[in-house]
C-alpha cells in the first residue's frame, strides 16, 4: 500500500486521507503524537536539516506493509488525482500551481480511489515535473544560498567518488530541477536514496562544524532538493525504473481576500497578472485547474519590450502600455506575482492604485 507523509512544522488546514497522515517537526512536534521524534532520531537538528528529519525518522521507522512511501509538504503536494483541466498545464517554466487551500477539499484534488492507488503500484518513482529554472543549477543556488555551502558539498561528494554526481551539478547547461524534496518512492528505493543522501549531508554537517562562524542555517534542505534531483536523473535511466511526472500543488494560506475576490468576480470581469516569469506562471496554473483562466486579460512585465509580446498565449504588455492604455479603461485589477512585489507595490501605489481595491501582492509563496 501506499503511505504518504505530510511534514507540517505548524498548524494547518489538515488534508489528511486514508493513505495519508501528517508527521509533525520542530517545537510543535513535541505535542503531537506522529512526529520526528524518539530513539535514534535526529529531531534536534530541524532548524537546519529542515523536513529532512521526519524522512530520517520515516526511513528508520517504516513498516515493511508500505510498499511505497510518498514524502511531500504541508504547502507543497504532488497532484496524482488526474483532473479534467491539468492537460493545461503546458509552460514555459514549470507544472505547478498555486492553489488557495480551502480549493484542496472543496475539488477532491487528494481524494484517491482504490484504482488509482493501485495504479501507483505500477511505478518505481513518482516525482513533481522539473522545473525550467532559466539559470544552471550551480548559479541559481549561489544567487540564493552563496557559494559557501555549495562549495562543502562539492568537496564532500569528491571525497565520496560521486564523480557523475558532481558533474551534473555544476553542467552550465543543466537548467532544471525538482523542488520540495516530494516524491514518492518503493520501500528499496527510498532505503538507497536514504542511505546515500544522509551519509553526504552528515559528512557535509561535519564539515560545516569546523568552519568558524559557520552558521547557514536551512542549507542541508536546500542541499538536499539540489542532491535528490540529480541523483534521480541518474538512477532512473541507469536502472530503467519506470517514472511517473505528477504537477506539484504549492497550496497557499496567506492569500484568502485575493482568492475572495477572484470567486466574486463576475464571469464579464478581468484582471492583469503583473509577472510573466515562473511565479506568475504557477498563479495562472493554478487559475486553470479551477476553472479561472478565462478571467485573465493578460500579463503586464518590466521586461517587456513591445506591447506584442505573449507569454503562454496570453498578451504581455510593458508596464507603459498598461498605464497609459488599461488603465484609463478602468481595467485596472493587477495581481502581482513577481519576486519584486515591494517595488511593483510603491510603483502602483504612486500611478494612484489603492491596495486591495485595485492591485494585490501574492505574498508567502515561492
Known amino acids: 500500500m501506499v503511505r504518504n507523509y505530510i511534514v507540517s512544522h505548524k498548524e494547518f488546514c489538515e488534508y489528511e486521507s486514508d493513505y495519508s497522515s501528517v508527521i509533525w517537526v520542530g517545537p510543535i512536534g513535541g505535542t503531537k503524537l506522529t512526529n520526528d521524534r524518539g530513539l535514534g532520531s535526529i529531531w534536534q537538528k530541524n532548524p537546519s536539516y529542515c523536513e529532512l528529519t521526519a524522512l530520517h525518522k520515516i526511513w528508520q521507522k517504516r513498516s515493511k506493509h508500505d510498499s511505497q512511501i510518498g514524502f511531500s509538504h504541508y504547502r507543497r503536494q504532488l497532484l496524482l488525482k488526474k483532473i479534467s483541466n491539468e492537460e493545461r498545464l503546458i509552460g514555459h517554466y514549470t507544472k505547478t500551481s498555486i492553489i488557495p487551500v480551502d480549493k484542496i477539499k472543496e475539488a477532491g484534488f487528494f481524494d484517491l480511489g482504490v484504482e488509482e492507488l493501485e495504479n501507483l503500484r505500477n511505478f518505481d518513482v513518482v516525482l513533481p515535473y522539473e522545473e525550467n529554472i532559466q539559470s544552471s543549477v550551480r548559479d541559481h543556488y549561489l544567487s540564493k544560498h552563496g557559494s559557501e555551502s555549495w562549495d562543502l558539498m562539492i568537496r564532500v561528494l569528491e571525497k565520496k567518488g560521486e564523480l557523475e554526481a558532481i558533474e551534473r551539478l555544476v ?3 543543466n537548467q532544471s530541477a525538482r523542488w520540495g524534496n516530494i516524491f514518492i518512492l518503493k520501500g528499496s528505493i527510498l532505503e538507497e536514496l536514504c542511505e546515500w543522501l544522509f551519509s553526504i549531508i552528515e559528512e557535509i554537517e561535519r564539515e560545516a562544524n569546523r568552519i568558524s562562524g559557520f552558521d547557514d542555517l536551512r542549507i542541508f534542505g536546500f542541499l538536499a532538493e539540489r542532491m535528490t534531483s540529480v541523483y534521480f536523473k541518474i538512477l532512473v535511466p541507469e536502472r530503467g525504473l519506470k517514472l511517473l511526472e505528477r504537477p506539484t500543488l504549492l497550496i497557499d494560506y496567506e492569500n484568502q481576500e485575493l482568492w475572495n475576490r477572484i470567486n466574486a468576480m463576475g464571469s464579464n470581469e478581468q484582471f492583469w497578472i503583473w509577472g510573466a516569469g515562473a511565479f506568475g506562471e504557477k498563479f495562472l496554473n493554478g487559475l486553470k485547474l479551477m476553472g479561472f483562466e478565462s478571467r485573465v486579460s493578460g500579463f ?16 504581455v504588455l510593458t508596464k ?18 513577481s519576486s519584486g512585489w515591494t517595488q511593483i507595490a510603491e ?13 494585490y501582492c501574492l505574498q508567502g509563496l515561492s
Request: glycine share 2%.
Open 300 to 315: 503586464i512585465d518590466s521586461k517587456a519590450y513591445k506591447s506584442t509580446e505573449s507569454f503562454l498565449s496570453l498578451k
Open 320 to 337: 507603459e502600455c498598461f498605464f497609459d492604455t488599461k488603465m484609463q479603461l478602468k481595467e485596472t485589477f493587477v495581481v502581482v506575482a
Open 171 to 173: 553542467d552550465e547547461q
Open 347 to 359: 510603483e502602483l501605489k504612486l500611478r494612484g492604485l489603492v491596495y486591495s481595491r485595485d492591485f
